[in-house]
């Protein structure tokens, strides 16, 4: 089954495997030689795609194993996949997830409204950075029609579909590199619902990922338009779909949310950290609460240990530049 178990590593979500993540992953390496000889893997860089015949097989044994999911497609970018692999297996290696359960997504597919025009979100001039989309006549108008300390019903989805047709509010997409859900004491929460949760993330900390592959060449407006997605995506949950449960759970207990941006290595970081560190505060403002942090590649394939919460191991391999 060791062959079968590797091709079916190739969904839609990670679609190119080295044989170094194979063995990240817990599974033989070896394997790939053997379906690049059955023709259904092609060497691609370091690692390996599926070929066409890869993917016909890949929906037999899916569906044999009674799995829902389709085949992965070539990626334009396998050095950026790589990585967003590398980054996903090191992160669900690295904790425990103690007496709970978490869940890690390659490039979710998330949106948030209103999707205003960069003048309308911040400006940015001689130096000077200004958030401004916290004051705009849209923001301000859902503010009112979806107040932050009600309970959730859910008529609110409803009151959502109306306005955004009445007042032709246009959605963006959110697409981060990584997210973490993560709940601990899985076992007092699991009967725990609310009917406007369109994302699962419900008495969960969440952490928010983007890697930089050349962060020496993004701009201050690269890392507010990150947040700016980031802050707009948190604002919805926050009025809309979890209002008085976003922050504070069920059970009255806080929720983490954080925003990481990864790079290669500690040299990058340190320089990043230099660059940032003066408006870190002013640039995490519109989506408090919240922390921004700074993670490095280089810090996770050197980590070998097993923290017992991802409070813990976020703790030890990332730094924190809003404290």
Known sequence: MSKEKVLLLFDKNRPFWTKKLVALAG???EELDILESLGLVAPRGDGFVLTEKGKEQFRRWAAESWLEEE??????????????????LRFDLGFKGFKGHKQIFIRPKLSFFPNLPKDRIYSYTAGNFKWLFMNDPLIRNMQDL????????????KTLEKWIAERKVSIGEFVPDLLCLNQCDYEYYWRD????????LLNKDRIFIRYLAQPESATIEDFAEDIAQYALFLLDNR???????????????STFTWWIWCVDTVSQAKELSRKLKPLANILAAPASPTDLWLLTMETLRAYDKKAESFYEFVDEVARCITR
């Open 27 to 29: 599974e033989s390496p």
């Open 71 to 88: 085949p992965g497609e070539e990626p334009e970018d396998i050095v950026l996949e790589e990585r967003r692999l590398e980054l996903a």
């Open 146 to 157: 979806f107040p932050r300390d009600r309970k959730p019903k859910a008529e609110d989805l």
């Open 193 to 200: 619902n609310v009917p406007t949760d369109r994302w699962g």
């Open 239 to 253: 009025l809309v779909y979890l209002p008085s449960c976003f922050d504070i759970d069920t059970q009255q207990q």
